[in-house]
């Protein structure tokens, strides 16, 4: 509309400017026609570009690893609504002149800015942002984005491998970091697609134990993520405890296997274990936390790579173990390996237990993958378990039973220095266990029909002893303590 009137306007002024104008502007009539065309093309392109400008919309964007900062540039005036889609098939609508997104893996996206609500009309621009394609996250092997315990599985996968390395390897801050492919043929791909280069976390070009250094390093998994602790099919491979000592006393060290299948339990063939412990009340000493593999159902420590990661506020340890010579193991069931951790010195400080000085430490096998070399999760079901964990303290007066009895079992006297008569109200075929401080059974006892033993202590050393009582089946059906004095 307003070209049309600048044209009428234009076409006016000229068609009247006087004979006197035109010579004093020494400009001869015969060029006027074409001095008027000539002046209108001129002014229609400047008005033209004008409008142009006045409808653009563009934007700047600021890359820091996937998080993208963006910034509207120009808008048409009067623009009502700001539409932001970041090429991920999320969008942003309302006014929002910055924003920003987190983008979940490296790629090409094509982000668009679109105005509407101006007398442009609606006008969109958009852009192809790359963030890193094809580069390795230094410590996520699996390209999940999140360095934990499951990419020790990957670094197992593509052992003793080479290819080209980083530009500089010695840094292997967490960022995406540019990486020539590892090459094929080898198996260079894992079963996700992704090239082996990303279990070279330490970017030097051999996949070997330095990139286990750099699980430790980037570690960055959410310890409050959710865990799957849960058994699905009861007729999966069991994997569970076992617990050398059922109950333990502050400050000494406690051995438990992580047993997968029974004893004599021909097992699928497999090649690599990430499993996650939990533990509660946190009575463990991380810093003495360690993971035996020396007599591992998984092969000899020399065929064998590991990590373990202990997050002890949140009551966990993220434990990774394969083979490393790309063949199955073909195994029969038995332990995994061997946990061996020192008790904390003082539960009182570490649990809410206040009435007495025992507590129970739960144990649970969650967020467990079981895989073979072709990468094929094998099911498993795993189980918990619990020991108890005692303490004598200066001001502990009250010598009893717990849990509370199921078998009404007392020792009378109690503390004794010669003998006791030990008691049991209900149950038959009852097995007892006499347990000493340092986790030994010094003693055994069975109850069948008969509801009282007579226990010569004179031998026993002066102290606190734990008595288990287990029924036919084994299962613990009560603790009582004992003190000789
Ligand atoms: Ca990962």
Redesign the pocket.
């Known amino acids: 509309m307003s070209l049309i009137l600048l044209k009428e306007w234009l076409t006016f002024t000229l068609a009247n400017l006087s004979q006197a104008q035109f010579e004093a502007l020494n400009i001869q009539l015969i060029y006027r026609p074409y001095i008027t065309v000539g002046l209108m093309i001129g002014l229609f392109f400047c008005f033209a570009q004008k409008v142009q400008a006045q409808c653009a919309v563009s934007f700047d964007y600021n890359i820091n690893v996937l998080l993208v900062d963006f910034q509207a540039d120009s808008l048409p005036a009067g623009t009502t609504n700001l539409i932001w889609d970041f090429g991920t098939g999320d969008s942003l609508v309302g006014f929002n002149l910055t924003t920003n997104h987190v983008y979940a893996v490296n790629g090409a996206y094509q982000v668009c800015l679109t105005s509407v609500g101006s007398s442009c009309g609606v006008v969109t621009t958009c852009q192809t942002i790359q963030i890193c394609p094809g580069c390795v ?1 230094p ?10 315990n ?2 020790l599985l ?1 670094i197992g996968l593509a052992f003793n491998e080479t290819g080209p390395q980083r530009a500089n390897p010695a840094d292997i801050s967490f960022s995406p970091k540019p990486q020539g492919d590892f090459p094929v043929p080898q198996l260079a791909m894992f079963a996700s697609g992704l090239n082996h280069k990303h279990a070279d976390c330490y970017g030097d070009g051999f996949i070997n134990e330095f990139d286990i250094s750099v699980l430790h390093s980037n570690y960055n ?1 959410d310890p409050l993520g959710v865990s799957d602790c849960a058994c699905i099919d009861s007729m999966d491979i069991p994997l569970y405890f076992h617990i050398f000592n059922d109950s333990v006393s502050v400050g000494t060290t406690v051995n438990i296997d992580v047993m997968l299948g029974t004893t004599g339990q021909q097992l699928p063939v497999i090649y690599g274990v990430a499993f996650t412990l939990q533990y509660h009340p946190p009575v463990l000493d991380p810093q003495t936390f360690t993971i035996d593999y020396a007599n591992s159902i998984m092969g000899s420590p020399n065929e064998l790579i590991n990590f373990e990661k202990v997050i002890d506020t949140a009551g966990l340890v993220d434990a990774g173990l394969s083979k490393k010579n790309k063949l199955n193991s073909n195994p029969s069931g038995g332990p995994l390996g061997r946990i061996i951790v020192i008790m904390e010195e003082d539960l009182q400080q570490k649990t809410s237990f206040t009435s007495y000085s025992d507590t129970t430490l739960h144990l649970e096998l969650c967020d467990v993958y079981l895989i073979d070399n072709e990468e094929n999760q094998i099911p498993v079901c795993p189980k918990r378990d619990s020991l108890i964990v005692y303490q004598i303290t200066s001001d502990q007066t009250g010598i009893g039973s717990l849990p509370s009895g199921s078998v009404g079992a007392k020792f009378h006297p109690n503390p004794s220095s010669d003998f006791t008569i030990l008691s049991v109200e209900q149950g038959d075929e009852i097995r007892v266990e006499v347990i000493d401080m340092l986790g030994t059974v010094i003693l055994t006892r069975e109850f069948n029909n008969k509801n009282e033993t007579l226990i010569d202590v004179r031998n026993f050393a002066d102290g606190l002893y734990l008595t288990n009582f287990y029924d036919k089946d084994g299962r613990k059906l009560e603790t009582l303590k004992f003190l000789k004095n």
């Open positions: 996250w410590g996520d092997a699996n390209g999940d984005l999140i360095v934990d499951r990419d990957n998994k």
